[in-house]
C-alpha cells in the first residue's frame, strides 16, 4: 500500500453502504495526478502491476461517482467507498492478473471492514450512472470477485420463453438499477431533472429503457450489449434478484 494522499476529500455524515469500481481511462501518472490534485478523487487506485495507492482515508468522502442512483440511494459519494482501476477503457482492454488479484484482496479487506455494505451494493459506476459512465466495463471481473466473496453474481437459471422491456425493467429497478430518466447540467453540475421540471437546466440527457439494459448487460451479459430485451437477460436478472434475496 503506497500513500498518495489527494487534496479532494469532505467529512462523512451518512454510514457507509456502497462500494464502487471504475476504470481511470488514463494511464497511472495523470489518473494519480487528476484524483489528487484535480477536481476528483477515489479513495484507492490500483496499478496495471496491482500496486495500490491509497488516497483518501474510508472515512472520509472522496469524489469519484458523481451524479449516481442505486436503489433508493443518489450521490452516492456520500455512502461509499470508491476505487479506481489503471486501464484505458474496460471494455476494450483486459485486467492483468496481478491487478485482479490485488483488487479482489483489497475489496476483501474493504467488505470485511464496513459491514454495512450489503453484496447487491457492489457496483459499478456504469450501474448507479448509465449511459454516461461505462466504467470499469464489459472485460471487469464481476464474476471471479463474487466467487471470491464480494458482491454477486446470478447462477445461471434456464431459458425459457420471451421477454418483454417492462418485465426486465421492473426486476433491474427491484435489484438496484434506476428506473429510465432525464438528467442535465444545471449551475455548472450534473442534476436529475425532476417531475419535468427542466428550469436551470441545458444539455438534458434522456437515459431510456434501452440504456438501462445496457448497463445491466456490460456487466453480467458483456458478450451480447445490446439494449433489448431477451429471455436471457431476464432468466439472469430474476436469479440476480433471488441471490439478493438470499444475500
Ligand atoms: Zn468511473
Known sequence: MIDAPSNNHAPREAAIAHLVLH??????????????FGRVSAHYVVDVNGDIYRLVAEERVAWHAG??????????????????????????HDYPDAQ?????????????????????????????????KDD???????????????????????VTGSADVASLLAVLRHVGYPPPHRYGLRAGRFAYVEGGDEAGFSDIVDVGAAD?????????????????????????ARALDAAQARA
Request: hydrophobic share 45%; with cysteine.
Open 67 to 92: 451524479l449516481s442512483w442505486w436503489g433508493e440511494a443518489r450521490a452516492l459519494n456520500e455512502t461509499s467507498i470508491g476505487i479506481e482501476i489503471v486501464n484505458m477503457d474496460g471494455n476494450v
Open 23 to 36: 476504470h481511470t481511462a488514463q494511464p497511472l501518472d495523470v489518473s494519480l495526478d487528476l484524483l489528487r
Open 136 to 158: 470499469p466495463g464489459g472485460r471487469f471481473f464481476w464474476r471471479a470477485l463474487a466467487e471470491a466473496g464480494v458482491g454477486l453474481w446470478p447462477t445461471p437459471a434456464p
Open 100 to 132: 485482479r488479484e490485488a483488487v479482489i484482496g483489497l475489496c476483501r479487506g474493504i467488505f470485511a471492514r464496513h459491514a454495512g455494505i450489503a453484496a447487491c451494493n457492489v457496483v459499478g459506476h456504469s450501474d448507479i450512472a448509465p449511459k454516461r
Open 212 to 236: 438501462i439494459i445496457v448497463a445491466f448487460q456490460r456487466r453480467f451479459r458483456p458478450a451480447r450489449i445490446d439494449g433489448r430485451a431477451d429471455a436471457e437477460c431476464l432468466a439472469l
